[in-house]
DNA sequence: TAATTTTCTAGAAAAATATTCTAATCAATC
DNA sequence: GATTGATTAGAATATTTTTCTAGAAAATTA
């Protein structure tokens, strides 16, 4: 039934260059894939029937029934590679950086820079952050934003131990990086922004910096 | 088609007294909204048909259709219903208050509090909070996360301009306050949380205040 | 209260959509 | 160049949503 071994690696994906429009021809899963998220991102998830997907990616509805299962099973596999293609990104960035405060800065530009650069993926990711299939194909993958956390906090407790972050218990800790970012994420996506990204950047990193960080006034050295 | 006038304003909810399961009979709509929201609870929104709610809710589809007009409709009309409790609850509360910082501890112990005490419906309008034709409905009522944080920004509009709070965007600002909290519920949600709720919300309402806030060594009278 | 109008309920019929199934094609291996 | 397994195709089937017509209840008017 559901699709055996096939990595959730992703393989190559179709780039456009400019004007020209060069559309190098993908396979089928990846054709589908394609498809899927514009149409997504064009009328919701909802909205969108699997014959759509069908005309868009001209894939037959046997193709698309043998890659994915189900109607649904699209979906997750799109959010599955869209979230792969994310935390390549921002691990390629934060691997640079060594110290919390810059860490923290990185994860907030490349994490908005990446929204901000691909639209409809960040989109989706974000609709489908809550969804209960997503949750429960993370929940089985140990995937998801425990993972991206991970490299985080593993930078982040000896910052805690060491007194340079507050004593705060570590799902605060990673509510209090990550949530603001989305929070401003989706406001930008609705055109409430005020702000450039860029800028907005660089408030929340500076900003959720204060909240996290024990203020050098008040630092003592901790442990000999 | 779509219903006419029909206040969104919500009726006498259903409340049974603890073991005696004394459930006073509702209207229709009431009954299809609490039996649409238990099972969307239980199998996701996506896995409940119209079948469904009307067997668990007693209703006719005809007198389905008529009230919300499509399944979809029926959705958003929970999430208006619901979203309207948690406004209600959450005004009560903040009226009451009248300095950022207590306003900011009871905005987040409010909300923990009541998402806690509702799971199904804090779920639900978390799940939804991105959703297409909630995002839209939202945008044509002015409503949404928009209208709680009108008076949020009444107050801390004076506090920007008098030291109090940093000069930051009022996006930004309104980011750094809720985010926090929405994602550290959902790692609640995911049984991922590691404190109380009622400890989580004085970590965060604490380290938020950090956020926001100029420090109070660096705090300088302006104008006068 | 009786007549009239409007709103609501019902469920069968129709339309739209998702899924299954069988056969045909393609690609790799022996 | 036969055999095997994976992939594609789309017609047939199953499920689900939506429409539609008629009758019941409630509200309104006289």
Redesign the pocket.
Known sequence: MASPARKPVVPDYTVKAGAHERTVKA??RQRALIAALALFDAQGVEAT???QVRDAAE?????L???FG???GLVTALYEDLLERYRIALMAELSKHDTPRSFLDTFVKTHIAWSVRHPDAARFLAEHRYHRAVTMAEAKLQRGTAEFMRPLMLLFRPAVEAGILKPVAPDVLISLVVGPVQAWLRSHRAGKASLRPDLAAKQLADTIWDAIAVPTTARKTRKT
Chains 1, 2 share one sequence.
Do not use: D, F, L
Not at 59 to 63: A, D, N, R, T
């Open positions: 396979g089928t029937t699997i014959e894939v037959s509805i046997g193709s029934y043998h890659h189900s109607r649904e």
